[in-house]
Nanobody
Framework: QVYLVESGGGLVQAGGSLTLSCAASGRTFVVNAMGWFRQAPGKEREFVACITWSGANTKYADSVKGRFTISRDNAKNTVSLQMNSLKPEDTAVYYC?????????????????WGRGTQVTVSS
């Protein structure tokens, strides 16, 4: 089993920044690509960003491109999401996810392991 724990969420004003972190433990050697997803009230979970094991390749949702940056530190088994220029529409619960495959994926069904999420609220 792989365990993922997110941290760093909170309340921030529009235009502000937050950095989310995800710590992986357990059988982390089975994990390759990792990603961040989010779910706002009444909406489906949506893709935010993903990163390959090496960190060489990343993908972003169009809605966050240029504002969010995903990174990882394999020595520490962590993945981070730096969020800048936050907007009220970024308000959601943010989830960290991990998959066995080496390539990042925009599809949540491709991820086998999930954290419990961390709340991000952006006030206008």
């Amino acid at each position: 089993q792989v365990y993922l724990v997110e941290s760093g969420g909170g309340l921030v004003q529009a235009g502000g920044s937050l950095t989310l972190s995800c710590a992986a433990s357990g059988r982390t050697f089975v994990v390759n690509a990792m990603g961040w997803f989010r779910q706002a009230p009444g909406k489906e979970r949506e893709f935010v960003a993903c990163i390959t094991w090496s960190g060489a390749n990343t993908k972003y949702a169009d809605s966050v491109k240029g504002r969010f940056t995903i990174s990882r530190d394999n020595a520490k088994n962590t993945v981070s999401l730096q969020m800048n220029s936050l907007k009220p529409e970024d308000t959601a619960v943010y989830y960290c996810a991990a998959r066995h495959g080496s390539q990042g994926s925009r599809s949540n069904v491709e991820y086998a392991y999930w954290g419990r999420g961390t709340q991000v609220t952006v006030s206008s």
